[in-house]
């Protein structure tokens, strides 16, 4: 199985993507949690890498992450398309069933944060019931306002106690890779993992995509159908700009392939 660790990363519009699988990323998962090394993993789209070009916080939590993958099909297309020999799609909902079910069997504890009150206890219970030796720690839906600093510090002391040695955060983007970022310190030694719409998928709030839609790159089209007051906009004005911006570096990438580097004259070379 390949290293993670030593895999290169691709960089895309900024971000460092890590063009690996699904069963490399659940063994690095697994492999932090049981160390008790910490980090965060981030997922990506196509919305996420157009909104870290302007949020300085989104790029440095992305870029500073354990791993950021890939959570969209044109992030794979683009991925190959800027060098990377085989990048694979790895996405949230998966994500969390396939770690969830190696924790099961490492029996690894694991904590829930996020999402809708009426949907995040219901991920717990199908999760508890289809891997009936995952150990739930504990979970939670905080408010969608900020929370306060004495309700963030009894959160913290909550999940700290709990000996939960996985957080799923499931905020949305930018709000959870943003809210990982910042509590590194105050969470040490658990792998945060922020899933997003994984919540919601598996907790049965939003339907998920057929298979082929995925596979195809149109599960965002799905989506669209579902909820297209709020998201007939970011497809349009992300999407677009995603592969306006994705094509011009591709561009770059092959005039300048070949180029000889520059040389550094400060080492050695003539005044």
């Known amino acids: 199985m390949v290293n993670v660790i030593e895999q290169e990363s691709v960089c895309l519009l900024n971000l460092r993507i890590k063009p690996v699988g699904m069963a490399d990323a659940v063994q690095m998962v697994i492999r932090a949690a049981r160390a008790g090394s910490g980090g965060h993993v981030c997922l990506a789209n196509s919305h996420t890498v157009g909104m870290a070009q302007s949020d300085s916080r989104l790029r440095e939590a992305s870029n500073s992450a354990l791993l950021t993958l890939a959570d969209g099909r044109p992030l794979v297309w683009a991925a190959r398309l800027l060098g990377a020999s085989r990048p694979c799609q790895v996405r949230g909902a998966d994500l969390l069933w396939e770690t969830c079910a190696a924790a099961a069997r490492e029996s690894i504890p694991v904590y ?12 717990v219970e199908v999760l508890s019931r289809e891997l009936p030796d995952l150990i739930v720690s504990g979970f939670e839906c905080p408010p969608f306002r900020a929370p306060t600093t004495e309700e963030d510090r009894e959160t913290v002391d909550r999940i700290s106690s709990s000996g939960a040695r996985i957080l799923w955060v499931g905020l949305g983007a930018p709000k959870q890779e943003i809210w990982m970022l910042n509590h590194q310190d105050s969470l040490p030694g658990l792998v945060m993992l922020g899933v997003g719409a994984a919540f919601d998928f598996k907790g049965g709030a939003i339907p998920e995509a ?3 839609m995925r596979t195809s790159g149109l599960e965002w089209l799905h989506r669209l159908f579902q909820d297209p007051k709020r998201l007939w906009g970011r497809y349009l004005i992300f999407n677009t700009r995603f592969a306006v911006q994705v094509g011009a570096q591709v561009v770059q990438r092959w005039m300048t392939r070949g ?10 070379g003539e005044n």
């Open 259 to 268: 180029r000889p580097a520059p040389v550094n004259r400060s080492e050695g």
């Open 210 to 212: 057929p298979p082929w």
């Open 112 to 123: 829930f944060y996020g999402g809708a009150p009426t949907v995040t206890p219901r991920l």
